[in-house]
Structure formats: structure tokens, C-alpha cells
């Protein structure tokens, strides 16, 4: 347990449906990614927030994804209108600044 | 662009053998790498990085990984593989904006 939590771990939805991910970071931890990570490949950046800063999205990130840390601390990542290709885990990562990132354990979605 | 490479996506060794997973790296100024691994359905954890100093860094679980500039690489070793080693490996490099760029992964099965 690295000390970096995410809920739910699994999500199930149908297509077109909106979803929302929380992530929970280790407490000191001001950098808090996300990456997608679909089967067989390694994770891929969609986003960094530095505290409550949104400072850079990749542009995997669609206009149907938002994230936020509103307080700079947990953070959310939402998909609308999800589609078959959002299916992946979703991972989140939070560094101080020792360079490694700590990553949760992720949540699993699944679209139908 | 900053990219890693490891190009085997399986490695197979006995257990009380030596394994090695390799990892290649391009990046334009000094590389930021690391090793992380993988267990079914988890997050990933990290096992060690290099950012200065000693070429052989060390890290957890008996793992080390040896940096090697001018043939730009950074494998992963372990002097006597454990069936529990068996996981998905993955190498990264850290950009500028420090979020991780990771290389496709690789698999270690290692026998009883």
C-alpha cells in the first residue's frame, strides 16, 4: 500500500454514460497525475495538477474528460458520454518533490 | 521527444538464476529513469531510480539497475530471480513537466 487511495476500483457503466473517479493522495504530496493504462501497453499521461493548479493535459485528454483538485488535495476525474475506447485502468500518481511518483492502485472501468 | 524502449515484452529465467530486463532510453539533456513494477490487478510500485551520481543504483527487493550513457540504457538486474519476481516490469523517464514516460513493459516469468 503506497498510501495513495482510488474509489471505486472497478466501475462497470454503459455507453454513454458519465462517470466520475476519486483519487486520494498521500497528504504532503503537492503533484497529483493521472494515466490511463490499457492491456498489454504502459500507463499514458492524461493530466498533472501542482495543489489545486491544472498544469498540463495531454491530448489524450478529450473534451469529453474534465479533471479537478479543487483544494489541492483529492482529486476527481470524470468522462462523459463514455465510450467502448474508454475502457482501461485508471491510475493516480502523487510526488513531493523526490522525484518518484507513488501510484494507487487503481480503478478498472469497463464500458458496454 | 523523450522515449524508452524495452524491447523484449517477455523474459523467462529460473529461479536462483540471474535476470536482467532491459530497458533503452532518448532523451535531449540528463535522463531522469526509473523501474516500477506491476502485479495483476494492482497499481505500480517503484523499485528504483537513477537521476545523478553512481552508474549501479540499488533498490528494492534486491533489484538494481545499471546506467549506461553512451549506449543509453538503464537495465534492470537481479542476482538471484524469486518465483515471486514474476510481475510486469516497466522502465520510465521523466520529462520536464515530470510526468512519467513509460516504455511498453515486460513480462518476467520465473520458474520454480
Known amino acids: 500500500d503506497t498510501g495513495v487511495s482510488q474509489n471505486p476500483r472497478h466501475k462497470i457503466t454503459k455507453r454513454g454514460q458519465n462517470v466520475t473517479f476519486r483519487c486520494d493522495p498521500i497528504s504532503e504530496h503537492n503533484r497529483l497525475y493521472w494515466y490511463r493504462q490499457t492491456l498489454g501497453q504502459g500507463p499514458e499521461f492524461l493530466t498533472y495538477?501542482?495543489?489545486?493548479?491544472?498544469?498540463?493535459k495531454s491530448r489524450l485528454l478529450s473534451d469529453r474528460f474534465s479533471a479537478e483538485r479543487p483544494k489541492g488535495s483529492f482529486s476527481t476525474l470524470e468522462i462523459q458520454r463514455t465510450e467502448q475506447g474508454d475502457s482501461a485502468m485508471y491510475l493516480c500518481a502523487t510526488t513531493d518533490s523526490s522525484y518518484e511518483q507513488y501510484f494507487g492502485p487503481g480503478t478498472r472501468l469497463t464500458v458496454t | 521527444a523523450q522515449s524508452v524502449a524495452q524491447p523484449e515484452d517477455q523474459v523467462n529465467v529460473a529461479e536462483g538464476n540471474p535476470l536482467t530486463v532491459k530497458c533503452t532510453y532518448s532523451?535531449?539533456?540528463?535522463?531522469?529513469l526509473f523501474w516500477y513494477v506491476q502485479y495483476p490487478n494492482r497499481g505500480l510500485q517503484f523499485l528504483l531510480k537513477?537521476?545523478?551520481?553512481?552508474?549501479l543504483v540499488k533498490g528494492s527487493y534486491g533489484f538494481e539497475a545499471e546506467f549506461n550513457k553512451s549506449q543509453t540504457s538503464f537495465h534492470l538486474k537481479k542476482p538471484s530471480a524469486l518465483v515471486s519476481d514474476s510481475a510486469l516490469y516497466f522502465c520510465?523517464?521523466?520529462?520536464?513537466?515530470?510526468?512519467?514516460?513509460f516504455g511498453q513493459g515486460t513480462e518476467l516469468s520465473v520458474k520454480p
Open positions: 495538477f501542482q495543489n489545486e493548479a491544472q498544469l498540463e
Open positions: 520510465a523517464v521523466r520529462d520536464q513537466g515530470g510526468k512519467l514516460i
Open positions: 532523451v535531449s539533456g540528463n535522463p531522469y
Open positions: 537513477y537521476i545523478t551520481g553512481d552508474n
